[in-house]
């Protein structure tokens, strides 16, 4: 249905803290673009910036990002959406993922057909409506070629991706945070899933969530 849920947790972290029969907000019909230029109706994922006033939409029907303000920062209410503009993803067919540089200077496209991982930088941080330059185009297809999701530790000098081949997740090396063209393979870890979607880390590394969509 091309939709975004937000739950409230009485307890922070703590998904057992949650109202089952309880939304607080819902932001449907995604592929209803608000902007008015299209409709997209595979919308991949969705990523806030590091405040909650940047909202991205993953368009992998059209290979498109797009941008939204939001006000009240991490509200999915149409009323406090502003669509900004889009990003057409050059190269990339079938992006999945999209993350941030924690400073937002730079954005990371996973491109599923493509089998790679995209860096960019803005000239705004946070903003894909500023001037982007493409940085580096690092093939992930040696070890998944069926990525869907990435992953950063704190510094940057890890990067993990989450693919739906081998349903594990890849590892590689960065000498320099946040630059891909220092990166090497680690190790794949296979994490008994079946289509694996996507993951993330806990803000210190302890914990690790990964999701998969089944056969």
Same mark, same amino acid.
């Given at each position: 249905?091309?939709?975004?849920?937000?739950?409230?947790?009485?307890?922070?972290?703590?998904?057992?803290?949650?109202?089952?029969?309880?939304?607080?907000?819902?932001?449907?019909? +995604?592929?209803?673009?608000?902007?008015?230029?299209?409709?997209?109706?595979?919308?991949?994922?969705?990523?806030?910036?590091?405040?909650?006033?940047?909202?991205?939409?993953?368009?992998?029907? +059209?290979?498109?990002?797009?941008?939204?303000?939001?006000?009240?920062?991490?509200?999915?209410?149409?009323?406090? +959406?502003?669509?900004?503009?889009?990003?057409?993803?050059?190269?990339?067919?079938?992006?999945?993922?999209?993350?941030?540089?924690?400073?937002?200077?730079?954005?990371?496209?996973?491109?599923?057909?493509?089998?790679?991982?995209?860096?960019?930088?803005?000239?705004?941080?946070?903003?894909?409506?500023?001037?982007?330059?493409? +940085?580096?185009?690092?093939?992930?297809?040696?070890?998944?070629?069926?990525?869907?999701?990435?992953?950063?530790?704190?510094?940057?000098?890890?990067?993990?991706?989450?693919?739906?081949?081998?349903?594990?997740?890849?590892?590689?090396?960065?000498?320099?945070?946040?630059?891909?063209?220092?990166?090497?393979?680690?190790?794949?870890?296979?994490?008994?899933?079946?289509?694996?979607?996507?993951?993330?880390?806990?803000?210190?590394?302890?914990?690790?969530?990964?999701?998969?969509?089944?056969?």
């Amino acid at each position: 249905a091309s939709d975004v849920y937000k739950r409230q947790l009485d307890t922070p972290y703590d998904l057992s803290s949650w109202h089952p029969s309880v939304w607080t907000s819902q932001l449907s019909n +995604l592929h209803d673009d608000i902007d008015g230029s299209g409709s997209d109706l595979n919308r991949e994922g969705f990523e806030f910036n590091n405040d909650g006033t940047k909202l991205y939409i993953i368009g992998f029907q +059209l290979d498109e990002i797009h941008q939204f303000s939001v006000s009240p920062a991490y509200s999915l209410n149409r009323s406090d +959406l502003s669509y900004d503009g889009e990003f057409d993803t050059p190269g990339i067919t079938g992006p999945t993922a999209l993350r941030w540089k924690p400073d937002g200077t730079k954005f990371y496209v996973c491109g599923i057909n493509n089998d790679d991982v995209n860096e960019f930088s803005v000239s705004t941080p946070f903003d894909i409506t500023s001037t982007v330059t493409e +940085l580096n185009e690092f093939y992930v297809g040696s070890q998944e070629t069926g990525p869907r999701d990435i992953a950063f530790n704190a510094d940057g000098t890890k990067m993990f991706i989450f693919g739906s081949t081998g349903d594990d997740i890849t590892e590689y090396a960065l000498t320099t945070g946040y630059d891909t063209t220092t990166a090497s393979y680690v190790r794949s870890v296979n994490v008994g899933g079946s289509n694996v979607s996507g993951g993330d880390f806990n803000n210190d590394g302890t914990q690790l969530t990964v999701s998969d969509h089944g056969t």
